[in-house]
Nanobody, 124 residues
Framework: QVQLVESGGGLVQAGGSLRLYCTASGRTFASLGMGWFRQAPGKEREFVAAISWGGGSTFLTDSVKCRFTISRDNTKNTVYLQMNSLKPEDTAVYYC?????????????????WGQGTLVTVSP
């Protein structure tokens, strides 16, 4: 079992920045592929970013490229999502997910564990 706890969400004005944190416990973090997904009100959950077990491979959805960065610190069992130049359309609940496959994935069904989510609200 893996427990995931997200933090760092909040209210920010358009153009601002936030850093999301996801801390894992219960299994060797360094063996897990990690991802961030989000779900806006009235919309389906969508992929945002993923990172392989060692951090050597990262993937970002097109709408956040050049604005968001995913990284991890395996010594702290934590994955980060740095979000810059935020837009109102980034408003969503952001979920951290862990995959037993180590490469990270864009597909939510490949993730085995999910956090409870953290709300990000971007005002115009």
């Amino acid at each position: 079992q893996v427990q995931l706890v997200e933090s760092g969400g909040g209210l920010v004005q358009a153009g601002g920045s936030l850093r999301l944190y996801c801390t894992a416990s219960g299994r060797t973090f360094a063996s897990l592929g990690m991802g961030w997904f989000r779900q806006a009100p009235g919309k389906e959950r969508e992929f945002v970013a993923a990172i392989s077990w060692g951090g050597g491979s990262t993937f970002l959805t097109d709408s956040v490229k050049c604005r968001f960065t995913i990284s991890r610190d395996n010594t702290k069992n934590t994955v980060y999502l740095q979000m810059n130049s935020l837009k109102p359309e980034d408003t969503a609940v952001y979920y951290c997910a862990a995959a037993l496959t180590s490469y990270g994935s864009r597909r939510d069904h490949e993730y085995n564990y999910w956090g409870q989510g953290t709300l990000v609200t971007v005002s115009p």
